[in-house]
């Protein structure tokens, strides 16, 4: 498989998840408003939905796919296949026990993460109700992951890459056609979950059974492949609770500010989110299984040609998205939020934020290519020790920028940290000679500074004064931008393509 068009087919795949579930958020707040009821819902689904950040979609993903990787290259197919069934007993007994114990212990974990819900009896209930129903989630969707790692270790990206949007669909079904048939109707929402969580996985099946990898669920005590996994888990958890804990921190900062500010923060980071998910995502999606395999196969001349072509396509694509989402902040914000109760000033706080975040948004994509060259080598340490490093200053970043930047000074503290997190992973890199740059860098790097000092030229003049995209309707707002961002992305690929950059530079085979 091209990898280029891997890249592409998950970018496209997400581009439809983040879309729909803008359109689920639309859904949701013209049927259940913003009351009691959403209330317990956004708390009760944020425990399982932080479960599977931590657990599902991080630690676990970052430890089986190396492994599963060498098993295919090394042991071939029928040990691979008694991984994956030992892997899966071994996966689904400990789901099973949490699972019981998140439904029995609900109200205990509703007064941990939301106390303030135990003064109102009835609000109070609810939650606990709606966690009971959607706490098996974490259970469907860790079982996914495990099918989305199978499946990318044989590059078939698109079927996890699609996965996600039938959870919104659920949602969205939940919302129009389930609610008014239940009493209260928020209890739409939590079955959503359940029936979106049970269908991504239940996708999945038919492209397991092709490959003839579904999982027979057989228990063996002490399986060496299980057993590594377990040890790498352990590091890979905690470091991606560093970053979650990282953003509660934030939040935290961000609440002793102006009323507002935790909003401004959220919208700029929904922004980000949609270049940090179609590139970075799939980036790291994409280069993880191949890096495997180089590894595997003790190739390291190639596993550095890949981590090589993973940085160039990085910067070709981030940062004229970076540039982009700076100059065009207010037209970004005023076309996507400027409705309603969004006024004037809510524009011009979320653009402080979003231009203080646009600042890192390399760092944070770069991050995601560069830390699979260490998780590809079983190494899950080198990246957890750059994620505390990290931690420790955006936090001493905080405390100096938030009183002069106020939000915006938590916003440039995230980005800030992103891009050392970055340099401290390259460095890293290089200095254990993993990863060798290719000859070019000088030339292709001037071709990009070229192309991006013309695309913002026409993004600049092309967009105008900022303050006329307050006063025109939702419409034209909408196709003004449009127009704005196809003339930029046109110019800018124009400049590349005169310049001697061609698509096919890029093109590459999965390992």
């Not at 799939?282 to 072509?309: C, F, I, K, M, Q």
């Amino acid at each position: 498989m091209n990898l280029l068009r891997a890249v592409a087919t998950v970018s496209s795949m997400t581009l439809l998840s983040r879309i729909l579930g803008f359109v689920r958020d639309v859904v949701i707040a013209r049927v259940f408003g913003a009351g009691l009821a959403t209330d317990a819902f956004f708390v009760a689904f944020r425990i399982p939905n932080l479960l599977r950040r931590l657990f599902a979609e991080g630690a676990f993903s970052q430890a089986f796919v190396p492994v599963l990787a060498e098993y295919r290259n090394r042991h071939g197919h029928q040990a691979t296949r008694e991984l994956v069934d030992r892997v899966a007993a071994a996966l689904g007994l400990a789901l099973a026990v949490v699972i019981l114990l998140g439904v029995i212990a609900a109200p205990f974990i509703i007064y941990v993460s939301a106390p303030g819900f135990s003064a109102t009896p009835e609000r109070f209930e609810l939650t606990v109700q709606l966690l009971r129903i959607t706490f098996p989630y974490i259970g469907f969707i860790s079982l996914t992951a495990l099918a989305a790692g199978i499946l990318n270790t044989y590059s078939r990206f698109s079927v996890p890459a699609f996965t996600p949007v039938l959870l919104n669909l659920s949602f969205i079904a939940g919302a129009l056609w389930l609610a008014p048939l239940l009493d209260p109707p928020v209890l739409a929402l939590a079955w959503a979950v359940f029936i979106g969580g049970l269908a991504q996985l239940l996708f999945q099946i038919p492209f397991l059974v092709r490959l003839d990898l579904l999982p027979r669920f057989r228990w063996r005590a002490h399986d060496p492949g299980v057993r590594r996994i377990l040890g790498l888990m352990a590091p890979a958890l905690f470091g991606v609770s560093i970053s979650q804990l990282s953003l509660l921190i934030n939040t935290i900062f961000a609440s002793f500010l102006v009323t507002g500010s935790v909003s401004w923060l959220y919208y700029a980071d929904r922004l980000m989110e949609f270049p940090t998910g179609l590139l970075g995502v799939a980036l790291g999606t994409v280069l993880l299984p191949s890096l495997s395999r180089h590894h595997a196969d003790h190739n390291p001349e190639e596993y550095s040609r890949l981590l090589d072509w993973g940085l160039r396509l990085t910067m070709i694509l981030t940062l004229p998205a970076a540039l982009a989402l700076a100059v065009l902040s207010v037209p970004l914000i005023a076309t996507l939020f400027h409705h309603g109760q969004f006024g004037a000033e809510d524009v011009w706080m979320t653009r402080q934020a979003l231009l203080a975040y646009s600042v890192g948004l390399t760092g944070l994509i770069l991050v995601k290519v560069l830390a699979p060259g260490f998780y590809a080598r079983q190494d899950i340490r080198t990246p957890v020790r750059a994620a505390v490093m990290t931690l420790f200053a955006t936090q001493a970043m905080n405390l100096a920028f938030i009183f002069p930047l106020k939000h915006a000074g938590l916003a440039l503290a995230i980005s800030l940290g992103a891009c050392l997190n970055a340099a401290l992973l390259y460095r890293r890199l290089r200095q254990q000679g993993i990863y060798r740059p290719a000859a070019g860098w000088g030339r292709f790097l001037v071709k990009i500074a070229a192309a991006l000092t013309v695309m913002a030229a026409v993004l600049w003049f092309g967009a105008g004064p900022e303050a006329a995209w307050l006063a025109t309707s939702a419409m034209q707002r909408a196709a003004r931008l449009a127009a704005v961002i196809a003339a930029g992305a046109a110019a800018y690929f124009a400049v590349l393509w005169l310049l001697g950059v061609r698509l096919a530079d890029f093109y590459r085979r999965a390992a």
